[in-house]
């Protein structure tokens, strides 16, 4: 199953919006990842050159895990990097 959310949000006067993709698929365990892809946006929008690796990029990331709901108390939520 697939799903693309759209969020929107205004912080002190900014305008904040993400596009979230979700996909959902049968597994043995629950498991949450962010793709290694998330951020590929930003060489469509600055060029083959953009840095990727930023640490704001990681913030965003480990913020997106931690706020993902799970049934299980057990998941494990994976990083980029697995």
Known sequence: ???VF???QVIAGIAHVAEV???AEPADED???VS???FGWLRDRYGPD???????NQ????EALEGAPT???TYRAATPAE
């Open 1 to 3: 199953m697939e799903a």
């Open 71 to 73: 049934r299980s108390p």
């Open 36 to 38: 290694p892809r998330a």
């Open 31 to 33: 498991q949450i990842l």
């Open 21 to 23: 993709a979700v996909e």
């Open 59 to 62: 913030q965003l990331a480990a």
């Open 6 to 8: 759209v969020l929107r």
């Open 50 to 56: 953009a840095v990727l690796d930023r640490p704001i």
